[in-house]
């Protein structure tokens, strides 16, 4: 009897404990919860670039300097400033270049702040964002047979290939093309939204002034839009966008408004040159170009200089020129 209950007792334990410890592993979901805990949070999409801009203007900014406007189905921002008089001049309307803000601090910011002590309001316009995928042309694929996963074709195939390589260039060529145009319609559009806006605002008269890729496009609107009520046009270091059609040297002749083509003359460009070349073959409203010296380290200086230059010729009874 004794011997029977020592050979059963190792079997008792052992059923003591599984029954124990299986429940406590079945209701244990600690493993899972913790799994789950650890997965990472996605990250918010980032903002548009000329979202983060106006972001950044606003907590900077009096609220009454930002003004939403309406360009077709796109609200953006701008920068306006009444000028500081009980007869205003009129107002200038400022377009930035390539990736600069409303209140960018070369040439933008302080011709903006500026003009308003003379007479003269600004509004300054926030432009489309370039980087923008909706406005980037697709790249081609290499070619149809890699994309479908068929071996690579032979020598003699050679021809078709490169027949399919030339269609492919011209459907991307075409893409840009309508993309560049789509592009050119958004910026057309915020300039006839900032106009109306300074027409509301009792302007009597406008100036249109551009910077770097600005002054291409401020050009381009008035050569394209002739009856436009702008009166003068100010491009000042002007640039053109990549790939650019049709360039800025080719809009110059086109011009109907009185037209000053600041430059920076040491050295002058060859772009400079060539505009004012085309300027003396054309028979324009008035084209001049205005010599601008760099000042190395004096910013404030060159700043003021140009303000000066910008004035004079916009205004030319204040004599500053």
Request: no cysteine.
């Amino acid at each position: 009897m004794s011997y029977t209950i020592r050979a059963m007792f190792p079997a008792l334990l052992l059923s003591l404990s599984l029954t124990h410890t299986l429940p406590a592993m079945a209701a244990d979901p600690a493993p899972a919860s913790d799994a789950a805990a650890q997965t990472p949070a996605e990250r918010p999409a980032l903002l548009p670039r000329e979202e983060e801009e106006a972001q950044a203007l606003a907590r900077r900014l009096p609220a009454e300097e930002l003004q939403r406007l309406q360009a077709g189905s796109t609200e953006f921002l701008a920068l306006w400033r009444p000028a500081n008089t009980e007869d205003p001049q009129g107002a200038v309307i400022i377009v930035p270049g390539a990736d600069q803000s409303p209140d960018w601090p070369d040439v933008v910011g302080p011709l903006r702040r500026k003009f308003p002590d003379v007479g003269w309001a600004t509004l300054s316009l926030a432009m489309p964002d370039i980087q923008d995928p909706a406005l980037q042309p697709r790249e081609a694929d290499a070619s149809p047979a890699s994309a479908e996963g068929k071996p690579a074709e032979s020598k003699s195939d050679a021809p078709a290939d490169d027949q399919s390589r030339q269609q492919a260039d011209a459907d991307q060529a075409a893409a840009a093309q309508v993309l560049a145009q789509a592009q050119a319609e958004q910026i057309f559009s915020r300039l006839d939204s900032a106009i109306a806006f300074a027409r509301q605002n009792k302007a009597r008269s406008i100036v249109l002034a551009g910077h770097g890729s600005g002054a291409y496009w401020a050009a381009r609107y008035v050569s394209e839009r002739p009856g436009v009520q702008v009166q003068k046009l100010v491009m000042i270091a002007a640039s053109e966008p990549a790939a650019a059609s049709p360039s800025l040297t080719s809009v110059i002749p086109a011009l109907k408004i009185q037209t000053a083509d600041f430059v920076y003359k040491n050295p002058l460009s060859r772009a400079a040159e060539e505009r004012l070349q085309v300027s003396r073959r054309s028979k324009g409203a008035g084209y001049t170009q205005v010599g601008l010296v760099n000042m190395a380290g004096t910013s404030d200086a060159e700043q003021e200089q140009l303000f000066r230059r910008v004035r004079g010729w916009v205004q030319p009874e204040a004599g500053d020129n």
